[in-house]
């Protein structure tokens, strides 16, 4: 592919996604993380929108705005930081939230973010684990803390970030910690550590805070990297990989690159029954967080 294509076609496949998910329930939630150059043609914050697919989105998830990008806990370049809110900000006009997820655990630090991050117009979350597998004890009430009823994103004013649940030995000890919390928005592996799909009634008791305010609940969903521990894996793949699958990650052994374009990783995303956003439409989600959106970078 030349020029932007892998662009174009990381765009097409989360326009499809968002059509397809949309056509069965119009308010469900589209938010891809990192990526944020794919809402302009090109990649300078001057060039044109992207139109159609920021229409196809509803917010968007960025890392390490303000801590974290080189290491966590430490401060993100101020040019790299700038370079993000630019995009962002264009994001942000166009009426889509920005969730922050900076990755800081020093508690003056945590303080920073989310301030940093409100007086931007963003809602965040200090993120103390990189592994993002647990509930932080600070900042204690959480930043934001409210009763109100989160019916539409743009109402939440904070989120937890919690999808590698290994700490919980049970699910109900996984659900009760999370239900005891007043975050007004979850974002949550649509899996429990024994590969189990949460129900429904699960999902939808999760729907309440604590405090009895109402809450959205999203799932992440991995689109621009293939994990070897997921239902769809098989252990063929090894020696006789299908067409889209690509290297391994260095980074993060069990997680492959693919090639994300291919119809046939795109079929195991979304487009019928037995596709992953069906099953996380199915467990009663509100929304979608698509990670990997940046996977396009690697092809370019």
Do not use: C
Request: proline share 3%; no cysteine.
């Amino acid at each position: 592919m030349e020029g932007y294509a892998h662009r174009d076609e990381m765009r097409t496949f989360i326009e499809h996604i968002s059509d397809y998910a949309k056509k069965g329930d119009s308010s469900f939630l589209i938010i891809p993380q990192n990526g944020i150059e794919l809402i302009v043609q090109g990649e300078d914050a001057s060039n044109d929108m992207a139109t159609s697919y920021l229409n196809a989105i509803d917010a968007h998830g960025q890392e390490d705005l303000f801590y974290g990008y080189d290491d966590d806990n430490e401060a993100t370049p101020e040019d790299t930081t700038n370079y993000l809110k630019d995009f962002l900000d264009l994001s942000k006009k166009a009426d889509k939230t920005i969730l922050v997820t900076d990755y800081v655990s020093a508690p003056e630090k945590m303080d920073r973010s989310y301030q940093s991050n409100t007086n931007a117009g963003y809602i965040s979350f200090a993120a103390d684990h990189r592994e993002l597998n647990n509930i932080p004890k600070y900042p204690a009430p959480i930043y934001a803390e409210n009763v109100n009823n989160i019916e539409y994103i743009h109402q939440a004013k904070n989120f937890l970030y919690l999808i590698n649940p290994e700490a919980f030995s049970a699910k109900e000890e996984f659900l009760g910690a999370i239900g005891a919390t007043n975050y007004d928005l979850l974002i949550l592996d649509l899996f429990f550590n024994d590969g189990r799909v949460f129900s429904k009634e699960q999902i939808n008791q999760l729907k309440r805070k604590a405090n009895g305010g109402r809450r959205l609940v999203i799932a992440y969903m991995s689109i621009g990297e293939a994990e070897n521990y997921r239902y769809y894996w098989k252990e063929e793949w090894a020696s006789n990989p299908p067409s889209w699958l690509d290297e391994e990650n260095p980074n993060w052994k069990g997680n492959y690159k693919v090639r994300y374009w291919d119809s046939n990783w795109q079929h195991i995303i979304y487009g019928n029954t037995d596709s992953y956003l069906q099953k996380i439409i199915s467990a009663g989600f509100n929304g979608v967080y698509l990670d990997l959106v940046d996977a396009f970078e690697y092809y370019e």
